[in-house]
C-alpha cells in the first residue's frame, strides 16, 4: 500500500483520543490520530513524524491525518485503519498461503455480537478473521493491546462461537513496524484480553502475527513472526 506525498514535523502533543498538535514549518496544526490505543512509546514531543494532507475542500477541524513515527530506529504506522487494508492486499495478492481455497472476500461480516473485519468463503469451506493493529514494541516484542480492550475481549468471544458452529476462525495481530521479532499478549495492560486469547487459541482460533515493511512511500505486510502465547 503507497502512501500520498506525506508532509514532514514534529509532534508536539496528543489532545485527546482522536486529536494532535504537530509543528510544521514553525506553524502548529491540528491533526487526526485514526488509533484509539494510548501510544505512549510513539507520541513523544519532538519525535518527527509524517502526515497525510485532508483531501482539498474536505469539512474538517484538522489540517492532516498522523501517518507515521519515526522513532529514530524505525518507522511505524500509527493509523489503526490499515491492517484491514494491509491484509486484504495480502489475500489478493496471495501471499497468505493460510488463506488458499477461499475464493470469495467479504469484509464486515457480522457474527454473534460481533462485525468481524473478514468472512472467507471458498471450497475450503468459511473462516472468520478479525485483525488488530499493533503498534508497541519492547524488546523486540510486539504487544497487544497497550490499553484495556472489552471490544477485543469481545471478538475473540465470537471466533471461538464461529467455531463451535464449524466455522474456521482466526485473529491476525499485524505489528506496524519493522523492528519486531515476536507477538505476545500483554499481560499487564489488560489481563482479560490476554487469559481470553490463550483460551481462543487452545480451542482451535488460530492466531497469526506479522510484521510490517514500513518506509515513507508505503507499507506492506511482510513476513510472519513467532506468538508467544
Known amino acids: 500500500m503507497r502512501f500520498p506525498s506525506l508532509v514532514e514535523g514534529r509532534f508536539i502533543k496528543r489532545l485527546n ?14 491533526v487526526h ?5 494510548r501510544m505512549g512509546e ?11 494532507p485532508a483531501p482539498a475542500g474536505a469539512a474538517r477541524k484538522t489540517a492532516f491525518d498522523l501517518a507515521l513515527v519515526d522513532t529514530g530506529d524505525a518507522l511505524s504506522s500509527a493509523d489503526a485503519r490499515l491492517p484491514n487494508k494491509l491484509v486484504a492486499e495480502a489475500i489478493a495478492e496471495g501471499r497468505l498461503p ?16 460481533s462485525r468481524l473485519d473478514f468472512l472467507l468463503e471458498g471450497t475450503a469451506g468459511s473462516c472468520y478473521v478479525e485483525t488488530k493493529s499493533v ?11 497497550d490499553a484495556p480492550t472489552l471490544r477485543g475481549v469481545k471478538h475473540l468471544h465470537s471466533l471461538m462461537a464461529a467455531l463451535d458452529e464449524g466455522h474456521r476462525a482466526g485473529v491476525i495481530f ?11 499478549p500483554h499481560d499487564q495492560a ?29 507499507i506492506t505486510l511482510a513476513d510472519e513472526i513467532p506468538t508467544l502465547l
Open 135 to 145: 503498534t508497541l514494541v519492547e524488546d523486540g516484542v510486539g504487544l497487544f493491546p
Open 190 to 218: 489488560d489481563p482479560l484480553l490476554a487469559e481470553t486469547l490463550r483460551t481462543a487459541a487452545a480451542r482451535g482460533v488460530e492466531v497469526w502475527a506479522y510484521r510490517c515493511r514500513v518506509d515513507e512511500q508505503s
Open 98 to 113: 493460510q488463506f488458499a481455497g477461499y475464493s470469495h472476500v467479504r469484509p464486515e461480516s457480522a457474527f454473534g455480537e
Open 17 to 30: 483520543r482522536f486529536a494532535a498538535l504537530v509543528d510544521v514549518e514553525k506553524r502548529e496544526y491540528l
Open 42 to 52: 510513539l507520541l513523544v514531543p519532538g519525535y518527527r513524524v509524517l502526515l497525510n
Open 174 to 184: 499485524v505489528i506496524q513496524r519493522a523492528d519486531v521479532e515476536a507477538f505476545a
Open 33 to 37: 490520530v485514526a488509533n484509539s490505543g
